[in-house]
């Protein structure tokens, strides 16, 4: 499948009139840095809910057996947690061919935890796969999820481990987020039922 967004995100939005570039980082950007960045700090948006409703068929499935990864679905009461890193425009080259795979940049506020608990609001970006890109997958129960992505595995590695991380980092900034730790949760119990 080929649903590359590349071409899409470049001409997405014009990056010159931003002061400062922020982006927030709510999936693999949470846990997996491999690009420059300014500052970071850990931040959340309102009105967006994670959802492992997105496919993956470049780096954690197949196009025959595509993965599950995070994207976000509007949902008025909703608060996601992640990370936001200041970042130039040079970086964008990269990660839009690292979220090629149905992903678009959209405008948005983040809002960043400072730890003496201030909160300060910054225009920025952030990548979405919805229910229009190829790849999208969409909602079934966490426990089809959870045995999709047990039984995953692309160029970039394990679906499981995609969950498992993306839980861990979770975790460490304190963040609350039900759906992954249901489905991290069948998947424990998957991983620990499997024949070795
Ligand atoms: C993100 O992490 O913000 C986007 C989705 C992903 O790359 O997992």
Not at 63 to 86: F, H, W
Not at 182 to 190: E, F, G, H, R, V
């Amino acid at each position: 499948m080929n649903v590359n967004t590349i071409e899409l995100n470049r001409a997405r939005q014009s990056l010159e009139d931003y002061d400062e570039i922020w982006l927030f980082g709510y999936g693999s950007l949470i846990y997996k840095v491999d690009f420059p960045y300014l500052e970071k700090s850990p931040a959340y948006i309102q009105g967006w809910a994670r959802r492992f409703w997105q496919g993956s068929h470049d780096h954690r499935g197949t196009p025959e057996k595509p993965g599950r990864v995070a994207t976000l679905i509007k949902q008025s009461n909703a608060r996601c947690d992640g990370m936001a890193y200041r970042v130039t425009e040079g970086v964008f080259e990269h990660l839009d061919h690292r979220e090629k795979n149905g992903y678009l940049r959209h405008e948005v506020s983040i809002m960043l935890v400072k730890e003496n608990g201030q909160i300060i609001k910054k225009r920025g970006l952030i990548y979405i796969a919805d229910e229009d890109n190829e790849a999208y997958l969409g909602e079934t129960s966490e426990q089809q999820i959870a045995c999709q992505i047990a039984a995953s595995c692309g160029p970039s590695g394990e679906n499981s481990e995609y969950l498992i991380a993306l839980d861990q980092a979770l975790t460490d900034l304190g963040a609350d987020d039900q759906h992954v730790k249901n489905i991290s949760a069948y998947l424990t119990q998957l991983l620990a039922d499997k024949p070795s």
